[in-house]
């Protein structure tokens, strides 16, 4: 019996799998790791397959375009192990349909994943989406028809094309052979190893589950052997081609909502495209075929190298075309000269006066300082919730004394959006601030287009362009971004930078500071549409001098030339926000090109931003307020409890070093803003005062004030434990989770000290 099942046909091709088609495993234990979430949970990559989008819906039809790539992929794995492996298994010439018999056979791998693939929706759907059982049914039976209709779809082609093409090569397989002498020594040699050394195979599964015994007899010729092979490359070619085709359309039309596929069916598609290439490969080349694919990356770095592949991601609105700046210490220097410095500050002071004016003469208000954290979707999520929440329980005093707004990434987004909201609001527009409205768009998907827009274009040709300014940019995954969280937030933060400048010189917004790394040097490019060189020399610290260190870049001074006010708002939070992988690296227009990555990298809190704004204007604020409240919105937790160690694997040991480093950056970040905050209380002659609003999962919360659950309750202690990813999508029970955090106690607490802070203003 042990031998009847390892001799059959599929336990045969599984482990001839295992030992020459490793290349195409391994794109089905990516999928495999990947909704298990095993792999780029981080990322929140396993949403994209557990809880596909498509026309902004989560439905039948999603998962049905799922199950429609499934199926592909697997009618594109079964093809190419036929056609580097059919000549193995000789028998098969002897058989009527042989195709589909292999495949039949070969599903074992395609089958395994689909089942753990359901099984994983199911999980995740009640888990994390609470959907009803009817809607799971509709989802599970969306991948199913969508997998059977490819199928049916693909077999359907074959069969009918099995009829023409096989009497065309059996009437002249001769002759295409000598015409192809490449194709003639490979089909040779594989017909060589049928016969000396076919593979053992004594049972096969037919296509109605009858197992049926293969004759160790039978008889096979050179034709037999040859059409099979010549046919199936055939398809392979054509299927190749279709694929190609269908990721260019999709590419052209990405613009139309109808054509923008879920981006987990974006990523089956081009591992299937990968399948079949790497079976061409294997085909053409043979043993030469990593030597192959070696020169063919070499010729692509060499390609995007002298920019015949373009790989430039750019920031709209600003002049590609003009003179670039110089880049360089010098350069910097000039910049940053002691009389640039006094002409913005005499300039933000103006700004500063205006903010005083809106409060009572003989009242000296505390200034509020808003420092909002990185942390991708969960951040902005938080830091709107906190914004809406706080602002409200102070009757507006919180944004009203607010008078500046540093941070990163995702808080920036959350804060720039709530910011853009009390601005119309001011200008007579008559909103709902805390509208739960507000805090549904910022937490809507994001990345499913920037996957799919990486897919369709990013990683082929970025061909299509579009116009902003009057300038033309190429359409790649930073469009994708900027156009999905216009779309989300109802297109209001869709203007240029100057648009900010006199709301900001009035007061009637905080200044808002968008600081991301630049790459090249680990400087910090200050953005806003002020100039603000001022913030670029560590020389404010002490003595002014000549040449005062350089810590940092002016925008709008630096860019002045390339039209640095023109640059879309919305490009000026992607730059802050420059997750590596996810939204890409910008280059600006400078010589040699300035390199940005998000703000995080140096500060993920923007404690260090505030405090050096604080330091240049110390004496005007502690003047003019009887105080300072630093208002910090953090998606982590200060303070955290330290873990425990654990016995660590040999590979763990090996990266510990690395990721310790990684893992820790925002632990270090906080040890040097809590020495800038104990040396701040020294220099500033008035009050400081540190409130913290912390995204924390350890807890139980309440789902509403006044309402909260039972420590008993595993199933709610379950899922405040759990954290949030770090991605720009969220699942409803991390929306929901994220929420609940704003009245935890320690939230609630620090709530209520804001409140008697600034009613003593009021």
């Known amino acids: 019996m042990l031998y009847k099942i390892l001799y059959s046909f599929p336990i045969q091709l599984l482990i001839n799998n295992l030992k020459k088609n490793q290349v195409l495993l391994l794109c089905w234990f990516f999928l495999f790791m990947v909704v298990t979430g095993n792999f780029g949970k981080v990322l929140g990559i396993p949403y994209l397959f557990l809880d596909p989008e498509y026309m902004d819906k989560v439905d039948f039809w999603s998962f049905f375009i799922i199950g429609v790539a499934i199926g592909g992929i697997s009618m594109a794995f079964h093809i190419t192990c036929y056609i580097v492996d059919s000549f193995r298994f000789s028998f098969l010439g002897t058989l009527s349909r042989p195709f589909s018999r292999f495949a039949f056979n070969n599903s074992i791998v395609p089958l395994a994943f689909l089942i753990v693939y359901i099984i994983s929706i199911v999980r995740f759907q009640v888990d994390n989406e609470f959907s009803t059982k ?26 009918f094309t099995n009829q023409d093409i096989f009497k065309l090569i059996t009437a ?16 040779l040699q594989r017909l060589d190893i049928a016969r000396k050394k076919s593979i053992r195979v004594d049972n096969y599964l037919d296509i109605g589950f009858n197992i049926k015994k293969v004759n160790p007899d039978h008889g096979y010729d050179k034709y037999s052997i040859l059409k099979v092979f010549d046919q199936n490359h055939m398809n392979l070619v054509v299927i190749e081609f279709v694929i190609f085709f269908v990721i260019l359309i999709l590419g052209i039309f990405r613009e139309y909502p109808v054509f923008q596929i879920p981006a987990a069916a974006s990523v089956v598609l081009v591992l299937s495209f990968f399948i079949m290439f790497a079976g061409a490969v294997s085909y053409w080349f043979r043993n030469w075929s990593i030597t192959a694919v070696i020169a063919m990356l070499v010729l692509l770095n060499i390609l995007v190298k002298n920019d015949l592949i373009t790989s430039e991601y750019q920031a709209y609105g600003l002049d590609y075309t003009a003179e670039r700046t110089e880049y360089s210490l010098s350069k910097l220097q000039d910049m940053s000269q002691a009389s640039n410095r006094k002409e913005d500050k005499i300039r933000t002071l103006e700004i500063l006066q205006n903010w005083r004016m809106k409060f009572d003469s003989s009242k000296h208000p505390k200034m509020v300082i808003i420092t909002a954290s990185g942390g991708g979707q969960r951040a902005a999520l938080w830091s709107m919730k906190t914004l809406q929440a706080a602002d409200s329980a102070t009757n507006g005093n919180l944004f009203k004394q607010a008078a500046l707004i540093t941070g990163s990434s995702g808080g920036v987004i959350g804060a720039s959006y709530y910011r853009e909201l009390t601005l119309q609001n001011a200008l007579g527009g008559n909103l709902d601030l805390n509208s739960s409205r507000y805090l549904k768009n910022i937490s809507r998907d994001n990345l499913n287009p920037i996957i799919f827009s990486l897919l369709v274009s990013d990683l082929f040709i970025r061909y299509q362009s579009f116009q902003y300014g009057g300038f033309q940019y190429k359409k790649d995954r930073g469009y994708a971004f900027e156009q999905q969280l216009n779309k989300n937030t109802d297109f209001v933060l869709d203007k240029p930078l100057s648009d900010y400048k006199l709301p900001e010189q009035e007061a009637i917004i905080p200044m808002l500071l968008i600081a991301p790394t630049v790459i090249n040097d680990g400087r910090k490019l200050f953005i806003s549409p002020h100039s603000v060189s001022y913030m670029t020399s560590s020389s404010v610290y002490g003595k002014d001098s000549l040449n005062p260190d350089i810590k940092g870049i002016d925008f709008q001074r630096f860019f002045k030339s390339q039209q640095a006010s023109n640059l879309r708002f919305l490009s000026a939070l992607r730059l802050g926000a420059s997750f590596p992988y996810i939204t890409p690296n910008v280059r600006l227009p400078s010589t040699p090109p300035m390199e940005i990555m998000d703000s995080g990298i140096s500060d993920n809190f923007g404690i260090s931003d505030a405090l050096h704004f604080l330091y240049v204007f110390k004496d005007w604020i502690a003047e003019n307020t009887s105080g300072v409240v630093i208002v910090t919105i953090r998606d982590s937790e200060n303070n955290k409890p330290i873990e425990k160690n654990i016995d660590n694997s040999l590979f763990q040991k090996f990266v510990t070093p690395i990721s310790s480093i990684y893992n820790n950056l925002g632990n270090m970040q906080d040890i040097n803003n809590d020495n800038l905050l104990e040396l701040a209380h020294n220099w500033f002659e008035n009050d400081i005062y540190c409130l913290e609003f912390e995204y924390v999962t350890r807890s139980i919360f309440q789902n509403k004030e006044g309402e909260i659950f039972p420590p008993s309750d595993k199933r709610i202690k379950d899922e405040a434990i759990e954290r949030a990813s770090l991605n720009w999508r969220l699942t409803s029970r991390e929306k929901r989770n994220i929420q609940r955090n704003f009245y935890s106690d320690k939230n609630q607490q620090a709530l209520i000290e804001l409140q008697q802070l600034l009613s003593a203003d009021n």
Request: hydrophobic share 55%; glycine share 8%.
């Open 172 to 187: 002249n397989v001769d002759k295409q052979l000598r015409r192809a002498p490449i194709s003639r020594a490979n089909v």
């Open 134 to 159: 009817i809607q799971i049914v509709v989802q599970v039976m969306g991948v199913l028809g969508g997998c059977l209709a490819m199928i049916i779809l693909l077999i359907t082609y074959f069969r």
